[in-house]
């Protein structure tokens, strides 16, 4: 189901790595490393309905800060089998991240402000079922209340992207993609995008460098970010004024 959910290989991380991480965690093998989970609901047969797999990368208050503030579920695949889509399957999913990863942020203090997660801008695409496809998911993430997290360039007002994922195998490139969040109903406590930003995608690449995937690319992908933040800052927008974000 994974796999046939996520058909681009360069976007999907292998399945043996994922099983790895997932025992490792199990085990308590993980100390110092963010914490990673599956959620999953099975149907009376025990078959697989539908997963969520998650990070839950710590983050603090703010550019200065140094308090242990907040805990970010990063939501890196969810996925429903054909049958039961339109059922709300993905909103009990999303439920379940937000109860089992604000129940680790509470050991170390912290607390959820919103899920992050990663999409296509609407209508990105190579060909028009790919541009269909980007829009249509999308769609499903505006309905669920979720909004583009984006750098605006402050000379222009040019919309940038501020997600580059690194290459997850040595040989893959850089690929844009744009970051999503959707608030939490209960967040804990206030923030602001603005001050947060940088620590986020900073929080971001370091549990990807913990995961042991390749510095090179990492610290391309940091690189191509870094350029973008030069007069710019970071705000949430409707996910449909999304556009062309890549400079």
């Known amino acids: 189901m994974y796999v046939s959910m996520f058909p681009r290989r360069e976007e999907r991380e292998r399945s043996d790595l994922i099983v790895e991480r997932l025992a490792a965690q199990a085990a308590g093998l993980r100390d110092g490393l963010a914490t990673y989970r599956v959620v999953g609901i099975r149907d009376s047969n025990g078959e697989a309905i539908g997963a969520a797999q998650f990070s839950v990368l710590p983050l603090d208050g703010g550019e200065g800060e140094t308090a242990a503030l907040f805990a970010v579920p990063y939501l890196q695949y969810i996925y429903i089998r054909s049958q039961n889509r339109r059922q709300d399957m993905s909103e009990v999913l999303h439920t379940m991240v937000l109860a089992v990863s604000a129940s680790d942020a509470a050991k170390s203090g912290r607390t959820v402000p919103f899920t992050l997660f990663e999409t296509e801008p609407p209508g990105h695409g190579n060909d028009e079922a790919s541009r269909a496809y980007a829009s249509q998911r999308a769609r499903i ?74 510095e090179r690319n990492i610290g391309l992908a940091e690189e191509i970010v870094e350029k973008r933040y030069e007069g710019a800052e970071f705000q949430l927008i409707p996910l449909e004024d999304v556009r062309d974000h890549v400079d």
């Open 141 to 214: 993430h505006a309905n669920a209340g979720g909004v583009a997290l984006v750098l605006r360039r402050k000379a222009d007002g040019k919309i940038l992207s501020a997600h580059v994922q690194p290459g997850l195998e040595e040989e893959d490139s850089p690929l844009t993609l744009t970051w999503v969040i959707r608030p939490s109903p209960n967040p804990g406590r206030d923030y602001d995008v603005t001050t947060i930003g940088r620590g986020l995608v900073a929080a971001y690449y370091n549990s990807l460098r913990d995961e042991g995937f390749s």
